[in-house]
DNA sequence: ATAGGGTTAG
C-alpha cells in the first residue's frame, strides 16, 4: 500500500523533533535560579556555584537542588540529585533529610525504577530517618505494577503500626495499589474504612474497577459518589467512568455519562475525547466517534487517531486503521509505539507482509524495537504471514518473552496448519494461561481433532490457575456438534452454567448449533429462546436446528418472527429456511421465499439458493422444472448445482437425467467423488451393471476412492467409531447376532445399495456391515433398554440402513436418532421425520 | 503528595 509507504518515508526532520531537546549549555549564561533550572547542566552550574560559595553543606539550599533534580524526572537528573544526596551524607554531620529520601523515592518511582525508590525507602528506615506522611505514598507506587505485591503489604502493615493508616493520602494510595495489583476487596476494604473520601479516594476505586473486570461495579460507585454530595466528580473520574462504559459497550450509559459532563461544566480534555471516542467504538457508534474525531481535529491528535486506529483494528477494519494513521502523519504526527501497535495488527490481519516489513523498518529507525508489545506484535505479525524464519530472529532476541510471546509462536503454527509444531511448543513453553489453552483448543477443532481438543480441553481442567471462559467453550461446543455427541453436549452446558460463564449470544448461538447437531433441538430452541441480543446469526442457527429437524413450518415461522423484529436477513439465513422447505417437502412456501429475496429483502440469489431450489424441486419430483431453473439462472451453474439434481435424480430413479448431471460436473470439479458415487447408486438401483462398472473404472483412472463410511455412537458418554466393513470391533460376535436377530425380524434387504454386481447373499453380507448399522447393534446391545440411540454418520444414509433403523426402533422400543452429512432421521415406532424423504 | 484514555496472543 502506497500509504502506509510514508510510514517508511518520514524525514528525518519529523523524528529529531520533540523526544530530543536540546542539551548545549552555553558556558556564557549566567547562572538561573533553580525553579528556572530546566537541564542537567544547569543544574550542575548551580551546584558548582553553591561548592564556590562553600555553601555546598547549606541544608537547604541542598535539599532543593535535589528536590529540583528529581522533578525532572530523567535519569541523568535523578542520577545526579543522588550524586549531590550522597555527597551530603558523607560530609556527614546531617543525615539525609526525610524531605530528600523523599524525593528520590518520588523520583525514582515515578520514573519506573521502583527496586532503587525501595531499596532507598529501606536504608532511610535503617538509616533512622522516620517516614512522614509524604513518603508512603511515593513507596506504595513503586509497589505498584511490580508482580511483588508482597512489598505492598509489608509497608501497609508498616503504615499501621507507624499510625498513619488514618491519612486520607495515604488511604488514596493504598487503594490505588491494592486495586492495581487486582485485590480489588483489600482496595474496598480499605475504602470503606476511610471516614472522610475526596474526589482521589473516589476515582482510584472506580478506576480500579474499571481497568479489571468489573467495569459494572465502577459505574455503580460512581453513581454511590453523586449522591454522596460532599465530593464532586472531575474530569479524571469521569475518564475512568467512561472507559467502563467502553468495556461494557453499553452505548446507553455511555451517553448519560456524556450528557452528565456537558452539563456539569466539567472541563473536557483531549484525554476525556480519546475515552469517548474509544467508548462509542467499543459500542460499535463509528459514526458519532467519527463525528467526535473531526469536531475535535482529530488528524491533529496523537491519542484521537491511536484511539481511532486500534478499534478499526479490533473491527477488522484494517484499511480504516492504516488510513487514520496516515492521516495524522500527513498532518505532521509521529506515530508512536501504541500507534504501530495498530499499523503492525492491521498487516497482521491482512497477511501482507510487505506493510509488516515496512512497519518492522519503522520500528527500528525509532528505536522501538525494545518494547515488548511491538516485539509480540511483530512476531505474530510475520508467523501469520508465514515467515518464521523472521519471527524467530526477533523471538531469539528478545530478553522478555511471556506468555504472550509464546502464545503468537503457537497461533502462528497453527495457522498455517502445523498443528504438530504447535502443540510441541505448547507442551514446551514455561508458561500458559487462558488464551495457551484456547488457541492449542480452537487448532485442534480447526483442524477436525474434535476428541483430542476435548481431551486437551480435561486435561486443562486439573491444571493451577487456568478457568475456561466463554472462547474455550465455543471451541468445544463446536466440536461437540461435530460429534454429536449429545451426553458431552448436556455436560457441557451444565458446565457452563455452573463456572458462571456468561452466556452471551456468540456462545449462546454455538450452544443452539452444539444441541442441533446433537439432535436435541428442543434444548436448542430452549437456549434460543433465552438470548438476549439475538442477531442475525443467532436466528440462522435457530432457523438451521429447525431445518435440520425437518421441522419446515417452525423454521419458516423465525424467519417471519426474525424479519418483524427488524433483523435484516442475509444470504445464509435464506440458505437456512429453502433448506427447510426442502426437507419438509414445502414447494410453494419454498417459491415464494427464494422469489422475495430480491424483491422483499434485497437479497441478490446466489449459487447456494439455486442449489437449494434444484433441491426443493428434485425432491417434489418436479426434475424437469428443476433443470428449467437451471438452465434459466442467470448464474454460470456450478457443480454443486448440478450435484442436487443428480441427487434428486437418484431419489426419483431418473437414469437419463442423472446421467446429463454427472457429466456435467465430472467436466466441472472431476475430483468431486460424491457425484460418482450418486451416479452408481441410479445405475445400480436400474440394475445397469456394465454402467455401474464404467463409472467404477472411471473413478479409478481419475484415482478416485469412495471415502468409507464411518458412524459414531456415543455410549455412556464416550464415543465409538464404526467403519464400513470393519469387523475389528471386540464386541462383533453380539453385533453380529445382533444384525442377524433385526435381519430375520422381516427387514427385506434394499439391493440397489450395494454398488457391486455380486450374488444376492453377498449384497446381503455387504449392507450388513455399513457402519451406521454396526453402530446400531452395537447400541442396542450396549445402553439401557428404552434410551435413545443417536448415531452420526459422516455420508447419506443408505436407504436400506433407514429402513432398518425403523424396523429396529419399532420391535426394540427405541428412538434411533441419526444423522447424516445432510440432515437427521428422529425415527420412533416405525417412522422417521424426514418422511422417507431425503 | 494520592487518581486518568489508547497496549500484543485465542
Redesign the pocket.
Known amino acids: 500500500m502506497a500509504m502506509l509507504g510514508s510510514v517508511l518515508h518520514l524525514s528525518p526532520m519529523m523524528l529529531t523533533t520533540s523526544t530530543s531537546r536540546p542539551t548545549k549549555a552555553t558556558t556564557s549564561s549566567p547562572i538561573k535560579p533553580l525553579k528556572h533550572c530546566k537541564t542537567i547542566e544547569e543544574l550542575k552550574m548551580f551546584h558548582r556555584s553553591l561548592t564556590k560559595q562553600g555553601l555546598d553543606n547549606e541544608f537547604s539550599a541542598i535539599t532543593k537542588l535535589v528536590a529540583r533534580s528529581c522533578e525532572l524526572g530523567t535519569r541523568e537528573s535523578l542520577n545526579f540529585a543522588r550524586k549531590v544526596f550522597d555527597l551530603s551524607e558523607e560530609n556527614g554531620e546531617s543525615y539525609g533529610s526525610c524531605f530528600m529520601y523523599n524525593s528520590l523515592i ?1 523520583g525514582y518511582a ?1 520514573s519506573g525504577l521502583r527496586n532503587e525508590a525501595l531499596l532507598l525507602f529501606l536504608q532511610m528506615m535503617f538509616c533512622g530517618v522516620s517516614p512522614d ?2 513518603t508512603f ?2 513507596v506504595l ?1 513503586a509497589c ?1 505494577k511490580t508482580r511483588a505485591s508482597r512489598n505492598g503489604i509489608q509497608v501497609h502493615g508498616l503504615i499501621v503500626k507507624m499510625d498513619y493508616a488514618k ?4 488511604q ?2 493504598l487503594v ?1 495499589f491494592y486495586a ?1 495489583c487486582g485485590e480489588l476487596d483489600c482496595a474496598r476494604k480499605v475504602f470503606d474504612k476511610m471516614s472522610e473520601r ?4 473516589w ?2 476505586m472506580i ?1 480500579g474497577y ?2 479489571r473486570d468489573l467495569a459494572k461495579d465502577a459505574v455503580d460507585l460512581f453513581f454511590e459518589m453523586r449522591s454522596s454530595e460532599d465530593v464532586k466528580p ?4 469521569m ?2 467512568v ?2 467502563a462504559c ?2 461494557l459497550e453499553d452505548l446507553e450509559m455511555g451517553e448519560r455519562v456524556y450528557a452528565f459532563i456537558c452539563s456539569s461544566g466539567i472541563e473536557v ?4 475525547i ?2 469517548l471516542v ?1 467508548m462509542y467504538m467499543k459500542c460499535n457508534a463509528n459514526d458519532t466517534a467519527k463525528r467526535l474525531f473531526d469536531q475535535y481535529d482529530g488528524a491533529r491528535n ?3 487517531c ?2 481511532m486506529a ?2 478499526y ?2 473491527q477488522g477494519l484494517t484499511k480504516e486503521a492504516i488510513g487514520v494513521l496516515n492521516v495524522m502523519m500527513d498532518s505532521g504526527v509521529r506515530p ?4 504501530l ?2 499499523a503492525i ?1 492491521s498487516c ?1 490481519l491482512e497477511r501482507n507482509v510487505l506493510w509488516g516489513k515496512s512497519c518492522h523498518g519503522y520500528v527500528l529507525r525509532n528505536g522501538l524495537e525494545n518494547w ?2 511491538i ?3 511483530l512476531i ?1 505479525m510475520y508467523m ?1 504471514c508465514g515467515r518464521q524464519d523472521s519471527a524467530f530472529r526477533i523471538f531469539d532476541g528478545m530478553s522478555n518473552k ?4 509464546w ?2 509462536i503457537v ?1 502462528g503454527y ?2 498455517n496448519g502445523e498443528v504438530d509444531a504447535a502443540w510441541e511448543t505448547f507442551k514446551t513453553m514455561p508458561e500458559r ?4 489453552w ?2 492449542i483448543i ?2 485442534l477443532v480447526q483442524a477436525s481433532m474434535f476428541e483430542e481438543a476435548i481431551e486437551v480441553f480435561q486435561s486443562m481442567q486439573s491444571q493451577d490457575g487456568v478457568k475456561a ?1 466463554g ?2 467453550m465455543m471451541s468445544i461446543a463446536s466440536a461437540c456438534g461435530y460429534l454429536g455427541a449429545l451426553d458431552l453436549a448436556k455436560w457441557i452446558y451444565y458446565y457452563i452454567e455452573k463456572s458462571g460463564i456468561q452466556l452471551e449470544v456468540r456462545l449462546g448461538t454455538t450452544l443452539v448449533d452444539m444441541f442441533s447437531r446433537c439432535g436435541d433441538p428442543e434444548s436448542a430452541m430452549s437456549i434460543f429462546n433465552s438470548l438476549k441480543n439475538r442477531d442475525v446469526s443467532a436466528w440462522t442457527v435457530a432457523i438451521g436446528a429447525m431445518a435440520m429437524a425437518g421441522k419446515a413450518k417452525q423454521a419458516i415461522e423465525l424467519f417471519n418472527e426474525m424479519i418483524k423484529q427488524g433483523l435484516k436477513p442475509d444470504g445464509i439465513v435464506f440458505v437456512g429456511v429453502l433448506t427447510a422447505c426442502s426437507h419438509g417437502g414445502l414447494v410453494q412456501q419454498g417459491k415464494e421465499i427464494f422469489n422475495s429475496m430480491e424483491k422483499l429483502h434485497g437479497v441478490v440469489p446466489e449459487d447456494v439458493h439455486y442449489g437449494c431450489m434444484v433441491d426443493l424441486l428434485g425432491r417434489a419430483g418436479l426434475l424437469k422444472e428443476a433443470l428449467h431453473l437451471i438452465k434459466n439462472m442467470p448464474l454460470e451453474p456450478n457443480d454443486v448445482i448440478w450435484n442436487s439434481l443428480l441427487a434428486a435424480c437418484r431419489g426419483q430413479g431418473n437414469v437419463e437425467m442423472a446421467a446429463y448431471a454427472a457429466e456435467r460436473i465430472q467436466v466441472m470439479a472431476p475430483e468431486r467423488t460424491g457425484s460418482y458415487i450418486l451416479l452408481s447408486n441410479v445405475y445400480a438401483s436400474a440394475g445397469r451393471w456394465n454402467d455401474v462398472a464404467k463409472v467404477r473404472l472411471s473413478m479409478k483412472e481419475k484415482g478416485l476412492r469412495k471415502p468409507p463410511g464411518t458412524s459414531l455412537v456415543e455410549i455412556q458418554g464416550r464415543t465409538h467409531e464404526f467403519t464400513s466393513g470393519d469387523e475389528s470391533h471386540p464386541e462383533m460376535p453380539k453385533i453380529e447376532a445382533m444384525l442377524y436377530e433385526i435381519n430375520h425380524l422381516g427387514h427385506v434387504p434394499d439391493l440397489g445399495n450395494v454398488l457391486m454386481d455380486v450374488d444376492e447373499q453377498e449384497k446381503i453380507f455387504m449392507l450388513s456391515r455399513h457402519s451406521e448399522k454396526l453402530a446400531m447393534a452395537f447400541g442396542l446391545i450396549s445402553s439401557k433398554k428404552g434410551t435413545t440411540i443417536r448415531i452420526v454418520k459422516n455420508l447419506r444414509v443408505c436407504s436400506d440402513c433407514h429402513s432398518f433403523a425403523k424396523l429396529a426402533s419399532k420391535v426394540y422400543n427405541r428412538e434411533i436418532i441419526l444423522r447424516d452429512n445432510n440432515r437427521f432421521h428422529f425415527i420412533i415406532q416405525g417412522k422417521c421425520s424426514c418422511n422417507d424423504f431425503w
Open positions: 518520588r515515578s506522611k509524604y505514598p511515593f507506587n505498584t491519612d486520607m493520602f495515604v488514596n494510595s490505588h492495581e475526596n474526589v482521589v479516594s476515582t482510584s478506576c474499571a481497568r472531575n474530569s479524571v473520574t475518564v475512568c467512561i472507559s467502553a468495556k480534555n483531549d484525554l476525556m480519546s475515552a474509544d496523537l491519542d484521537l491511536n484511539a486500534s478499534n483494528v479490533r508512536d509505539r501504541i500507534s501497535l495498530s495488527s497482521s515488548d508489545n516485539c509480540n506484535s505474530d501469520k511471556t506468555v504472550v510471546t502464545n503468537s497461533a497453527i495457522e494461561n487462558i488464551v495457551s484456547n488457541t480452537g487448532g471462559d472462547v474455550t
